[in-house]
C-alpha cells in the first residue's frame, strides 16, 4: 500500500482535531446548560445551540477573509436612489393606515453610555439628547403620535441586553397610558472563548449579568432571540408583515412612509431593504455594502485585511455606507429561523479581560443577514436619515439650534443654509456627559457653524516646541 501523502496526512489529523474540540465543546455546554436553574434551562439550551452553530462556523473556515478582487461596488440593479420612489399622498389617511397597520418598529436597545463616559448602570436610551427627553422618550413620541394621527395600532419593540433590561423596564412605566404597546425581549448571551483551550471560559450559567466570562453576541443575534421570545409569531399573529430595525440612538431613523408603501405594493417580494447613505470623512470605518459573487453583502470594517484597509476608507472606491436602517419580511424571518438557513459571516473579536485572560468572542451583524432575503437591495438616503448620537459632540449638535423637535421628529432647521451638518471635534476632557456639560452650560448658535475644534489650551505649548512646517497643510486636528 503507497504511503498516505504529508500533505493529506496533515489534513487528516486537523480534521481530527476539530472533530475533537466540537466534541468537547458540546460535553462542556451540556454542562453549562445542566447548571441552569429550571425556569431557564430551555431558553438557555437554544441559546448554546445557537453559539454551537456558530463556533462550528468558525472552526469551519467561513470567517475566512473575502477575496478583495472580487468585491463589486452595487450595480443599478441593487442600489436604488430615494428620490425615485414613489412620494405617498400625506392627504390619504385611509391609505396610509392600510401601510401603518402591517407596520413593526424595532429598536436595538442592548448599548451602554459608555462611550460619553457613563458607566454600567445607566443605558444609552435614557441619556437626555434634547431638552428633558431621552432617546426612548424621543422614539415613543414619534410612534405615538403616528398611532394616533391614522387611528392605527404601531407597537415598539426593544431588543434589550441584561445591561439594560432592568432600567428599561423602570423607564416604562411612565408610559402606561401611551397609546403604544411596547413588546421587550432580551438578546442571547454566549460564553466567551479561552485562546489557549479554545473552550468556553465559564463552566456555569450563574451570575451571567455580572460575569465577565458571558457577552451579547453583536445584533446580529436579533433573529434568532426575536423568535425564541415568541414575539415574532405574537406579531404575525397580530397581522404584521413587515419590520422596521434600527439603532436607538439614531434619531433620524423615523418611520419613511414611501419606503414603507415601496414594500408594501411591490407584495414584500423585496423581502429585505437596507438603507445606506453617501459616505463623508467622518464615516470611513463604516460597513458598506458590495456586490460579492452576484449577491449583495455587508462588508464590515472588522472583516477587512490590514493591507486593504486605506483602500476600504477610500470614499472614491466605497461611496456608501450602512446606516444600519432596515427592513425586512417578518414571515421571512421566521422561515429562515426555523430552517436553519438564515447565514451571517462570524466576526471574530479579541479581547483580553480584567483578570489578564485572552478571550475570544464570536459576533455578527444583523445587516449581514441581507445575502439571505430573495429581492434584496439598498436605498441610498438623504443624510437626515442617519443621525446617531455616539459622543458628545454629537449630542452638541443636536442639542443645539441646529434641529427642531416636533412629534418626536428631530429635524434640521430650515434656517440653515448648508445641507451637511458642522463638523464638530471636542477634545479628552469633554467626553463624559458630566463634564460636557459643566463646559458647555449654555448651548452655542450653531446655526452657521462649519467646523469647530476644541482642546485643552493648557496641553497645546508643550507638546508644540517647534512650530511644524504648515505650507502644504489642508486640515489639522
Known amino acids: 500500500m503507497a504511503p498516505t501523502p504529508a500533505k493529506d496526512r496533515d489534513r487528516t489529523i486537523s480534521m481530527a482535531a476539530e472533530e475533537e474540540i466540537m466534541s468537547v465543546l458540546k460535553e462542556r455546554l451540556k454542562e453549562i446548560s445542566n447548571k441552569t436553574p429550571v425556569d431557564k434551562q430551555e431558553n438557555v439550551k437554544k441559546e448554546l445551540d445557537n453559539f454551537y452553530r456558530l463556533y462550528g462556523k468558525w472552526r469551519g473556515g467561513i470567517t475566512d477573509e473575502l477575496i478583495w478582487d ?140 455580572s460575569n465577565e466570562g458571558w457577552y451579547p453576541p453583536g445584533h446580529g443575534d436579533l433573529y434568532e432571540s426575536l423568535y425564541n421570545s415568541g414575539v415574532l409569531d405574537k406579531l404575525i399573529e397580530k397581522g404584521k408583515e413587515i419590520i422596521f430595525i434600527s439603532n436607538i440612538d439614531n434619531l433620524g431613523a423615523t418611520v419613511d412612509l414611501n419606503i414603507l408603501s415601496h414594500i408594501v405594493k411591490s407584495g414584500c417580494q423585496s423581502q429585505f431593504i437596507a438603507e445606506v447613505t453617501n459616505k463623508t470623512r467622518a464615516d470611513v470605518k463604516g460597513g458598506t455594502l458590495i456586490e460579492y459573487n452576484g449577491c449583495v453583502k455587508l462588508l464590515e470594517y472588522a472583516q477587512v485585511p490590514k493591507e486593504k484597509v486605506d483602500d476600504f476608507k477610500c470614499v472614491k472606491k466605497f461611496k456608501i455606507f450602512n446606516t444600519n436602517n432596515l427592513w425586512i419580511s417578518l414571515k421571512a424571518i421566521k422561515e429562515r429561523v426555523v430552517t436553519g438557513t438564515l447565514e451571517r459571516d462570524v466576526i471574530v473579536n479579541h479581547k483580553a479581560l480584567d483578570d489578564g485572560r485572552n478571550v475570544i468572542q464570536l459576533e455578527t451583524a444583523v445587516g449581514a443577514a441581507i445575502k439571505n432575503f430573495s429581492g434584496a437591495f439598498a436605498i441610498n438616503v438623504p443624510r437626515s436619515r442617519f443621525l446617531p448620537v455616539k459622543h458628545t459632540s454629537d449630542l452638541l449638535l443636536v442639542m443645539s439650534n441646529l434641529y427642531n423637535l416636533e412629534d418626536g421628529v428631530i429635524a434640521m432647521s430650515p434656517d440653515r443654509q448648508f445641507p451637511s451638518t458642522p463638523l464638530i471635534k471636542l477634545g479628552p476632557d469633554f467626553k463624559r456627559i458630566q463634564s460636557f456639560l459643566k463646559r458647555f452650560q449654555t448651548i452655542p448658535d450653531l446655526l452657521e457653524l462649519d467646523h469647530l475644534t476644541v482642546i485643552n489650551y493648557n496641553n497645546l505649548t508643550p507638546r508644540f516646541q517647534t512650530i511644524p512646517d504648515l505650507l502644504e497643510l489642508d486640515h489639522l486636528t
Request: one cysteine or more.
Open 70 to 209: 472580487k468585491i463589486r461596488p452595487l450595480p443599478e440593479s441593487m442600489l436604488q436612489g430615494y428620490s425615485s420612489l414613489r412620494k405617498v399622498d400625506e392627504d390619504d389617511h385611509e391609505g396610509i393606515s392600510r401601510l401603518l397597520n402591517k407596520l413593526v418598529v424595532l429598536k436595538l436597545n442592548g448599548g451602554l453610555g459608555t462611550g460619553m463616559g457613563l458607566g454600567s448602570a445607566c443605558p444609552k436610551s435614557l441619556i437626555r439628547v434634547r431638552e428633558e427627553s431621552t432617546f426612548l422618550d424621543i422614539t415613543m413620541a414619534q410612534i405615538e403620535n403616528l398611532n394616533e394621527k391614522y387611528g392605527v395600532s404601531v407597537p415598539l419593540v426593544l431588543m434589550n441586553s441584561l445591561n439594560t433590561d432592568s432600567e428599561t423596564g423602570n423607564a416604562l412605566k411612565k408610559y402606561k397610558g401611551a397609546n403604544v404597546e411596547v413588546l421587550t425581549y432580551l438578546q442571547s448571551y454566549y460564553p466567551r472563548i479561552e485562546r489557549e483551550t479554545l473552550l468556553p471560559y465559564v463552566k456555569d450559567y450563574q451570575n451571567i449579568d
